[in-house]
């Protein structure tokens, strides 16, 4: 080869290596409460144009789990890790409690920071915040917008809590009196396309958008109601026309990357937080049970990748492999060119293979939750192993087994279908059931009695999770959260 050829062949290679090697900007969206069957590719009555276009020509996740509530999902998505190894697992941390994700677990922003990221927070926090050191400006985040508990008036910002009230908006540190009235997806959208009119593309983005649709109270603008008069039943009306402005704001917020120039070097993960809430509108169907259960309609949860970054060859597919809300962490720092140094053992996988290539997901076990202060349900099948009255779900290839109470386990159909529920028909103190998930998505099968030899692995599986959990954390209330009409903020 000629020395000029050998140089231009070399510079080739390195300015490709250098295409190759540039950071992708990350924009992380969690909706929250959205269930199974309220996304129009699910085939529902709901309209989702935006969501149904991304995750058409991107890649559509349909064995992927989140966990039944939100704190739960939100701590794991963060950390990277279950939550009985970090305290968390019994129930969401209410806003009295003094608690949060333990700070010895770096959060995902703080690993993008590392590797030159800018990072953004916009919308529901939720992993605490009693303490300055829980923020997110705190916990990696260059920018925080939005408010720090579980729920509130989607206009006023308002939340009262046990007898304790005050407004939950926050700017960085600051308590942000300026946006009474202003609707939530609306103010979370124009804070996005703020960020990213004004970034420096020179530097990757991290933007975590976590909104507060489609969580109850049941409130959007009349204007989005209006396209659903065809949908009789109120609440189902309501939160139709919620989850089509969340829709409409995602569809701005890609317009806003696409005018920025750097949408084909973005990856947007599209994630619910839990099932959707039967008794707010919400729908899983044909899944079993809904938010805050264990059956597969707390957790079975919507999520898609779409990116132009993606291979041609997944560009439009459905993934059928076994993905969970905790590889995100592990996924998204690899992406990043981040380091996994300085974590605590995570439970999540990378699954960029998997999402890109169509390769089979390293994940082979899924530990759903063990919450031992839920109340003691039964009697404990066997002394040797598992104590069954604990409610707890875990995930062995194709098969899952529930203990414990798993939660109310019928079948919901949407109000539309003006079918009957189908009435969880469950055996007077029934504490274990097992259930072959790839054929039987929809728990209609109950095999504990037929594969003991199943439920004999399975519990001794729990048996050796519950071995490396800690301890729960779920502090009482502290009466010093009251933030007495003011602004919820930490008070230690
Ligand atoms: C927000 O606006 C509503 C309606 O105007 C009003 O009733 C409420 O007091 C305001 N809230 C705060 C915290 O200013
Ligand atoms: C990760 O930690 C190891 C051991 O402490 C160190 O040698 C290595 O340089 C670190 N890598 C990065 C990317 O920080
Ligand atoms: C099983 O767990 C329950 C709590 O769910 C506890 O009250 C009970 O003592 C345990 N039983 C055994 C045999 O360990
Ligand atoms: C299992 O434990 C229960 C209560 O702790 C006890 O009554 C029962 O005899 C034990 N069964 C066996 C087989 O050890
Ligand atoms: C489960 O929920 C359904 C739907 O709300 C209800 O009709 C049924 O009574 C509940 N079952 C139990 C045992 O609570």
Not at 178 to 186: A, K, P, R, V
Request: aromatic share 10%.
């Amino acid at each position: 080869m000629r020395p000029e050829f050998r140089i231009l062949t070399l510079l080739c290679l390195l300015s490709l290596k250098l295409v190759v090697a540039k950071q992708p900007n990350i924009l992380l969206i969690v909706a929250d409460d959205y269930g199974f069957h309220d996304v129009g590719y699910h085939g529902s009555e709901i309209k989702t144009p935006n969501l149904d276009k991304l995750a058409m020509s991107g890649v559509r996740l349909e064995n992927y789990y989140v966990q039944p509530i939100c704190t739960p999902t939100r701590s794991q998505l963060l950390s990277g890790r279950y939550q009985i190894h970090t305290g968390l697992q019994h129930g969401i941390i209410w806003p009295a409690q003094p608690s949060g994700i333990p700070l010895d677990n770096p959060l995902l922003p703080e690993k993008l920071k590392e590797v030159g990221y800018s990072t953004h927070a916009v919308g529901k926090w939720h992993v605490g915040f009693y303490k300055d050191d829980y923020l997110p400006t705190s916990r990696g985040f260059d920018s925080y917008f939005g408010y720090l508990t579980g729920s509130e008036d989607y206009y006023t910002h308002y939340r009262c809590y046990d007898k304790m009230c005050g407004t939950d908006l926050r700017d960085n540190t600051v308590p942000a009196d300026l946006y009474n009235g202003t609707y939530s997806t609306h103010l979370f959208a124009d804070k996005v396309i703020d960020i990213v009119d004004k970034h420096d593309a020179e530097k990757p983005l991290f933007v975590y958008l976590p909104f507060q649709a489609v969580h109850a109270p049941l409130q959007v603008p009349q204007k989005y109601i209006d396209r659903y008069s065809n949908i009789k039943n109120k609440k189902r009306r309501t939160y139709a026309g919620m989850v089509t402005c969340m829709d409409e704001a995602v569809g701005m917020i890609a317009d806003a990357l696409k005018n920025k120039g750097i949408w084909d070097n973005t990856i947007l993960i599209f994630t619910t937080d839990n099932g959707g809430q039967i008794h707010e509108g919400g729908n899983n169907w044909p899944l079993r049970g809904w938010k805050a259960s264990l059956w597969e309609g707390g957790m079975h949860g919507v999520g898609f990748v779409h990116s132009n970054l993606l291979d041609k060859r997944v560009i439009g597919s459905v993934s059928p492999q076994l993905i969970h809300v905790t590889d995100w962490f592990p996924t998204i720092v690899k992406l990043a060119g981040g380091s996994l140094n300085g974590t605590q053992p995570l439970d999540g996988f990378n699954q960029w293979s998997t999402i890109n290539y169509g390769e089979t997901s390293p994940r082979k076990e899924l530990l759903h939750n063990i919450d031992p202060l839920y109340p003691a349900s039964g009697q404990p099948l066997s002394n040797s192993t598992f104590n069954t009255t604990i409610r707890a779900a875990l995930r062995v290839g194709d098969w899952k087994i529930i203990t414990g109470e798993p939660g109310n386990g019928s079948w919901v159909p949407p109000p539309h279908m003006d079918s009957p529920i189908i009435d969880d028909a469950r055996k007077d103190k029934q504490n274990v059931w097992l259930f072959n998930i790839a054929e039987d998505p929809n728990e209609r099968n109950d095999l504990s009695g037929k594969r003991t030899d199943i439920v004999t692995k399975m519990l001794d599986k729990l048996l050796y999770y519950q071995k490396s959990a800690v301890p729960v954390f779920s502090p009482p209330n502290d009466p010093k959260a009251d933030p007495e009409g003011g602004f919820w903020g930490p008070w230690e």
